[in-house]
């Protein structure tokens, strides 16, 4: 699977060059075989580097590689995945 299409890389990309502001996620990407779950609001100009909201069991506001996200394998082949339902409605405020 594709976790971001261009329009949402895009989105984000813009999103990162506005600094203190309560963004709308994006995108959601989750662990289709257990915890994790991240939203995610901005990405950086090297497109690897995320900002959002991360929930492995805590959710927490910060930063991490998109890269190292596409990397997790999970049994059975599976990776992380990307929510294709998602549709963010509220500022991550509401979810941190």
Request: hydrophobic content about 50%; charged content about 20%.
């Amino acid at each position: 699977m594709i976790l971001l299409t261009r329009t949402q890389r895009a989105q984000l990309i813009a999103n990162g060059r506005q600094s203190d502001v309560d963004h709308i996620p994006v995108v959601k990407f989750y662990n289709p075989l257990g915890a994790g779950v991240w939203l995610a609001t901005e990405l950086d100009e090297d497109g690897d580097i995320m900002f959002g909201l991360a929930d492995i069991g805590y959710p927490e506001l910060g930063s991490w590689g998109f890269g190292e996200l596409e990397a997790i394998r999970l049994p059975f082949g599976m990776g992380i995945e990307r929510d294709v339902l998602f549709a963010g409605m509220f500022p991550i405020s509401v979810w941190a």
